[in-house]
C-alpha cells in the first residue's frame, strides 16, 4: 500500500489561479438561486478567482470541455464546481480536472442544490446567498489543497458470497463465469433459502425448488467455486483486496455416505415439526435437509438427538458424534453479502393469528399447497371453499400498529406480496375451481408485467375488496367458523361480513438477525433495518466499505427476478476488484506528525476500523501510526486528538477553520 505524504496543511505551492463553474441545474437550481449573482459575486471578491461562470448543466460534455479548455488555456490549478450532490457528480468532475493534467484532488464540488436551491425554494434571496456561501467556502478549501495521489494495493483474485439463497447462488455463478475464485458460504444446511420453499412462483408457475436445483447444477460444473454450507463466518478483518476471513464449518455428525440412511432415519425416535415446511411435516433428529445440501448427506440435530444409538448401529463409522467445528483461514478481494431476509411473523391475535384456527400466513399456505394432491383442498380435517386473503400484513404499518413485540413498525411496502398472492390464488383457481377467493386489500401493487396477473384473478373469479387505512379488517371466529368484517370502499364503507373458510395473512418481508455478523463488517443498516447502499442509482450494491457489497433480499424487499439481478449486479462490481492484481483507492486517510503526536492513545481507541496502533519511530519514540490500507478515512481519530498530531488527507483542520471563516461563520477562540 503506497504511503501518504503531504505537506504541512495551508501551505500551496504556488499562487492558486481557480476556475469556478455554477450550474443551472436545468433550473433546479437556477429557478430559485441567482446563479448568474453567485459567480459574479465571487469573482469580484476574491483574486485568487480567473474565471467564473454559470453553465446550464456542469456535468455534461460540453460543459466539462469548457473546464478542460480553461485549465489549459488560463493555466487553472483549482478548480470549484457549484452544483448537485456530490455524490452524483463529484467523481465526474474530478475525472475532467485530471482529463485537463490538473491533480483531481485539487477541487471542491459545491452542493448548491441540496443545501440551497431545494430547501430555500420559498426564499430566493436566501439561497442565493447561501449559495455564495457555499461557494466561498470552496475557493477557501482548494486554496490550502494539497495535491493527492491514488493509494495503490495488491488485489487477491477471489470473492468471498455470504449467503446460499438464489442471490448468492446467481453471483457466484457469474463470478465462475469470469474465472473468478469464489467460495459460498451458507448457514443453513441445505442452499436456496425461501425460494426453495415455494410450491409456484409466479408469472409462469415454477415450482421454487426447481429454480434452486437448476442454479445449484450449474455451480457443480463450476471448478472453482468452494461451497461450504452448515457454515459461518467467525472472524473479518483487512482491506479491499486483501480481506482475512475464518470461515467456522459446523458439525453435520455424519461424515460419509451409506446405503443405510433411510433405515437410519426411519429408527430414530425423536419426531419434531419440520421447519421447511412451516411445521406441516415432521423430520427426525437425523434427517435429509429439504433443499440442495453440498456435500450429500443428512445431518444429526444434536440438540434433539437422544444418543440412543439406533443411527450409529446402522450407520457405523458414517456418524461422529465427537466431529468437532472446523475453522478455515481464507483470503479474499471483496465479500458479496447476500443473507436474505425473514418472513414477517404476526404477533398472537394479530388478525386472528395463533388464537383462531383457520388463519395461517401465506408462507404457510404455499407449503399447504404443495402437499395437496388435486381432489380438493383440506385444512384442520375440513374441507375448504372459501378463502379470504389479507394482504400488508407485516408491511406499510403506522407506529403503534400491531406488530411482533420489541419490534418497531415496518413502513415500508414489501414489494412482491400482491403479485405473490394474486399468483398464489391463479394456482388456487386453477386446481381448486370451485373455491370463492377474496381479497382485502389497501392498494394493489402488481406493478410492470404482472400487472397483466391482476387482470387474470378478477377473470378467474378472484373477488377484490378494497377497504380504507383507518378502517382495516376485523378477523374474528364465531361458532367454529371464521369471519373477516370489513368496511368496503365501494359500498361507502359500509360493514359487511364474510365467513370463510381459511384466512390466508399475506405477510411481508422484515430484515433477518444478524447481529454478529453486522458487528463484524460494520454493516450499515437502514431505519428499515435492511442493509443500506451507498447510493441507490450509481452504488446500488456498495457499501462504504470498499470491497464490501450487499445485495437481494439482505438490502431491502425484493421478487425473485429482482434479487437476481441484484446478485448479478454485485457479482459484477466484485469482478472489478477481482479481476485487477492492483487496486486503485482513494487517498482521504489519516496521517500522523510525529512531531506534534503526544502518543496520548486516544485515536487508537476511538478507530472504528482497528487502523491505528502506538509504534516505534525513530527519534520521535513511541508515535500513533496509521495504516492507511486499513484506513477508511471517517475522520473519528481527528475529532480526538488533543494535540491535532493526526489529520485526515484532503480534509485538514486548517483547510475547515479556513472554510468556516469564509462561510461568515465566527469561530470561538479564533
Excluded at 402437499?371 to 389479507?390: C, E, K, P, T
Aim: glycine share 8%; net charge negative; hydrophobic share 40%.
Amino acid at each position: 500500500m503506497a504511503k501518504v505524504v503531504l505537506d504541512k496543511p495551508g501551505e500551496a505551492k504556488e499562487p492558486a489561479r481557480i476556475g469556478v463553474y455554477v450550474c443551472h441545474c436545468g433550473g433546479n437550481i437556477s429557478d430559485y438561486v441567482d446563479v448568474a449573482k453567485v459567480a459574479e459575486t465571487v469573482a469580484k471578491e476574491d483574486g485568487s478567482v480567473v474565471v467564473s461562470k454559470h453553465l446550464m448543466f456542469d456535468c455534461s460534455d460540453v460543459a466539462q470541455q469548457e473546464m478542460i479548455d480553461d485549465i489549459q488555456k488560463l493555466k487553472l490549478n483549482r478548480l470549484v464546481t457549484a452544483a448537485c450532490s456530490p455524490k452524483l457528480h463529484e467523481a465526474t468532475f474530478r475525472a475532467a480536472a485530471k482529463r485537463a493534467g490538473l491533480n483531481q484532488y485539487l477541487t471542491y464540488h459545491a452542493n448548491i442544490r441540496e443545501q440551497s436551491s431545494w430547501p430555500h425554494s420559498d426564499d430566493p434571496h436566501g439561497a442565493t446567498e447561501k449559495a455564495t456561501s457555499h461557494v466561498r467556502s470552496g475557493i477557501a478549501y482548494v486554496k490550502s489543497a494539497q495535491p493527492l495521489d491514488v493509494l495503490r494495493s495488491e488485489s487477491t483474485q477471489s470473492v468471498m458470497v455470504v449467503g446460499g439463497g438464489v442471490t448468492g447462488l446467481r453471483a457466484a455463478l457469474d463470478l465462475a463465469r469470469m474465472n473468478v475464485r469464489v467460495y459460498l458460504v451458507e448457514k443453513a444446511p441445505y442452499l436456496g433459502g425461501h425460494v426453495a420453499e415455494l410450491a409456484s412462483t409466479y408469472p409462469l408457475g415454477e415450482k421454487g425448488i426447481a429454480i434452486v436445483q437448476r442454479l445449484v447444477s450449474e455451480i457443480q460444473e463450476q471448478p472453482n467455486i468452494t461451497v461450504f454450507t452448515n457454515a459461518e463466518l467467525v472472524s473479518f478483518k483487512g482491506y479491499v483486496g486483501k480481506f482475512s476471513v475464518t470461515v467456522r464449518m459446523n458439525p453435520r455428525y455424519v461424515v460419509d455416505r451409506s446405503p443405510r440412511f433411510a433405515e437410519a432415519i426411519e429408527a430414530c425416535p425423536v419426531q419434531v415439526p419440520e421447519e421447511f415446511d412451516h411445521g406441516l411435516t415432521v423430520r427426525k433428529a437425523i434427517y435429509w435437509p429439504r433443499g440442495p445440501t453440498v456435500p450429500h448427506l443428512p445431518l444429526i440435530d444434536l440438540g434433539l438427538c437422544t444418543r440412543c444409538g439406533a443411527c450409529e448401529r446402522l450407520l457405523g463409522k458414517a456418524v461422529r458424534f465427537d466431529q468437532p467445528p472446523e475453522n478455515l483461514e481464507l483470503q479474499v478481494g471483496s465479500v458479496i453479502v447476500s443473507t436474505g431476509f425473514e418472513d414477517y411473523t404476526p404477533a398472537l391475535g394479530e388478525y386472528g393469528y395463533g388464537e383462531i384456527p383457520d388463519v395461517v400466513t401465506l408462507p404457510e399456505f404455499e407449503r399447504m399447497l404443495e402437499f395437496g394432491d388435486g381432489s380438493g383442498l383440506r385444512h384442520n380435517g375440513h374441507a375448504v371453499g372459501s378463502i379470504a386473503y389479507l394482504y400488508c400484513v407485516g408491511s406499510r404499518q403506522k407506529p403503534g400498529e400491531a406488530t411482533t413485540p420489541g419490534s418497531p413498525a415496518h413502513a415500508y411496502c414489501s414489494r412482491f406480496c400482491c403479485n405473490a398472492t394474486i399468483h398464489n390464488a391463479l394456482d388456487v383457481s386453477g386446481r381448486y375451481p370451485d373455491v370463492r377467493l377474496y381479497h382485502f386489500y389497501r392498494d394493489i401493487r402488481t406493478y410492470g408485467r404482472n400487472e397483466l396477473l391482476y387482470e387474470k384473478a378478477g377473470r378467474a373469479g378472484s373477488i377484490f375488496v378494497r377497504y380504507t387505512e383507518d378502517h382495516p379488517p376485523v378477523v374474528s371466529q364465531r361458532d367454529g367458523t371464521a369471519h373477516v368484517t370489513v368496511q368496503a370502499s365501494i359500498l361507502q364503507n359500509e360493514a359487511v361480513d364474510f365467513p370463510v373458510d381459511l384466512v390466508v395473512l399475506v405477510t411481508g418481508m422484515v430484515s433477518r438477525e444478524n447481529r454478529s455478523l453486522n458487528e463484524m463488517l460494520s454493516l450499515p443498516i437502514g431505519p428499515d433495518g435492511f442493509y443500506r447502499e451507498v447510493h441507490q442509482k450509481l452504488r446500488p450494491v456498495e457499501t462504504n466499505t470498499a470491497g464490501l457489497l450487499i445485495a437481494g433480499t439482505a438490502q431491502a424487499p425484493k421478487d425473485i427476478r429482482e434479487t437476481l439481478y441484484s446478485g448479478s449486479a454485485a457479482a459484477a462490481k466484485a469482478a472489478t476488484f477481482a479481476l485487477k492484481k492492483e487496486l486503485e483507492l482513494e487517498p482521504f486517510v489519516a496521517f500522523v506528525d510525529p512531531a506534534r503526536c503526544s502518543a496520548s492513545g486516544k485515536c487508537v481507541a476511538e478507530c472504528p476500523y482497528g487502523a491505528i496502533e502506538l509504534r516505534e519511530q525513530g527519534d520521535f519514540g513511541k508515535k500513533a501510526w496509521v495504516n492507511s490500507a486499513v484506513c477508511k478515512g471517517c475522520g473519528a481519530c481527528v475529532a480526538v486528538c488533543p494535540t491535532e498530531a493526526i489529520q485526515r488527507a484532503g480534509f485538514s483542520n486548517d483547510q475547515i477553520r479556513d472554510m468556516i471563516r469564509a462561510l461568515g461563520v465566527a469561530e470561538e477562540g479564533a
